[in-house]
């Protein structure tokens, strides 16, 4: 059974930084693709980004509203993938999704870890 | 890039009614659509992809429909358990805006 599991979130003041991991375990977590999503209190779905496996040469893609503040990484020997917050705003104040899938869908979601930036 | 746009953003309809949601892409996507139906705090669930195959375990009343930019989400016979807010995506990254699905 594929299982993600976030962690990392918390309560963070505008202008700092943090750092999510997404364990996951139940399938060969080198072979696939990473994707981080989020959603703003009560608002709907946002990508954030995602990153390739190493077969597709391990690259990354962001959205426009955290490209440049936002990373996304992955140790395969652990089978985590991390996101890094930088300069963090008040707007990315969200739960964070860490998913897999395919290019057909998204079927494999973390529980979330909320986020707040808040001074 | 590809923009997502659902139709309505909300409907109310009655037990045992028909319901359908619609989803437009900014431009051609071929079959790579899915649905997601998420429940207050919780996770959203796959229902549906390359725009008709029903996810393992999803409901038969729930059915999917269309091809290049115009694709329909359809609930046959609404029961209560199906009251949530439901999300069509062009996979593996943009969803549409979302639409609340309630109970009258």
Not at chain 1, 66 to 95: C, H, P
Not at chain 1, 106 to 119: D, E, M, R
Not at chain 2, 71 to 90: H, M, R
Request: proline share 4%; net charge positive.
């Amino acid at each position: 059974e594929v299982q993600l599991v976030e962690s990392g979130g918390g309560l963070v003041k505008p202008g700092r930084s943090l750092r999510l991991s997404c364990t996951a375990s139940g399938f060969t977590f080198g072979d696939y693709a990473m994707s981080w999503f989020r959603q703003a209190p009560g608002k709907g779905l946002e990508w954030v980004g995602f990153i390739r496996s190493k077969a597709y040469g391990g690259t990354t893609e962001y959205a426009a509203s955290v490209k440049g503040r936002f990373t996304i990484s992955r140790d395969d020997s652990k089978s985590i993938a991390y996101l890094q917050m930088n300069s963090l705003k008040t707007e990315d104040t969200a739960v964070y999704y860490c998913t897999t899938g395919s290019g057909y869908s998204t079927p494999h979601w973390g529980q979330g870890t909320l986020v707040t930036v808040s001074s | 890039d590809i923009q997502m746009t659902q139709s309505p953003s909300s409907l109310s309809a009655s037990v045992g009614d028909r319901v359908t949601i619609t989803c437009r892409a900014s431009q051609g996507i071929s079959n790579y659509l899915a649905w997601y139906q998420q429940k207050p705090g919780k996770v959203p669930k796959l229902l549906i992809y390359a725009a008709s195959t029903l996810q393992s375990g999803v409901p038969s009343r729930f059915s999917g429909s269309g091809s290049g930019t115009d694709f329909t989400l359809t609930i046959s016979s609404l029961q209560p358990e199906d009251v949530a807010t439901y999300y069509c995506q062009k996979p593996p990254k943009t969803f549409g805006q979302g639409t609340k699905v309630e109970i009258k």
